[in-house]
């Protein structure tokens, strides 16, 4: 009895690596195809400098053993596009003392800018930050309250976050899919916890997009000054 059902777990394995091989492959496909019908290039290989070329980017820092795969980049609506999937681990301790592994894998979108930003990050907002701001961790508030009840914006430039985050732009945010943003350098990061659908990059790129050419005039003359 013993035996079969060793040999039952085995089987059961070899049935989950197939599976999940066979899923990678197909994401593999889709991925391409999506690639493709955009211009843009694609590759399944493994980089793991992508926190090194974005090192502002939190969402890339997170673990260890971090790498990028199935990467599609080039042109876009006249900015450099790189949309990827991303793994990295974090490990753990059992009650009996073992080491354990966690395998983590979520999808992002870059999309570059003219001008350079200053940090600002926007998330949807989430359960423990109600519960921070009843402890008074607060993040900026804006005069929707729709939207202050809809996202976390946190940014050491106060002024900067309002300059960016205006009526017009508030609007096209909440009509919108949701992503996490973090702003840096000359590029905008969009993400989630998760593993993108195709059709996700394309409404990440449309977010961004859609944020950075609603930057009023005055700011990027101000920041096209400083440059």
Not at 7 to 24: D, E, M, N, R, Y
Not at 40 to 45: G, R, T, W
């Amino acid at each position: 009895m013993n035996v079969m059902l060793i040999a039952g777990f085995v089987a059961l394995v070899i049935l989950g690596v197939i599976f999940s091989w066979h899923l990678a492959a197909r994401r593999r496909k889709e991925l391409a195809e999506w690639a493709a019908a955009h211009g843009l290039a694609f590759s399944p290989a493994k980089d793991n400098s992508m926190d090194v070329q974005f090192p502002a980017f939190d969402c890339l820092k997170a673990g260890s053993n971090r790498y990028a795969y199935n990467i599609m980049h080039g042109k876009w609506s006249d900015r450099d596009f790189v949309g990827f999937d991303y793994h990295y681990e974090t490990h753990s301790h059992s009650s009996k003392g073992g080491r354990q592994t966690h395998h983590h894998y979520f999808s992002a979108a870059i999309l570059s800018c003219p001008i350079p930003l200053r940090a600002l990050l926007v998330r949807p907002e989430g359960f423990f930050d109600k519960i921070g701001e009843f402890f008074g961790f607060d993040d900026i508030d804006f005069e929707s309250a729709e939207f202050s009840r809809s996202f976390y914006v946190k940014s050491p430039d106060k002024k900067w976050a309002y300059d960016i985050i205006h009526q017009r732009t508030m609007e096209f945010m909440l009509a919108a899919p949701r992503f996490s943003l973090q702003f840096a350098g000359n590029a905008v990061i969009a993400w989630r916890g998760s593993t993108f659908k195709p059709g996700d990059f394309e409404q990440a790129e449309e977010l961004v997009r859609g944020i950075l050419d609603r930057v009023p005039e005055y700011v990027v003359k101000q920041q096209m000054g400083q440059a």
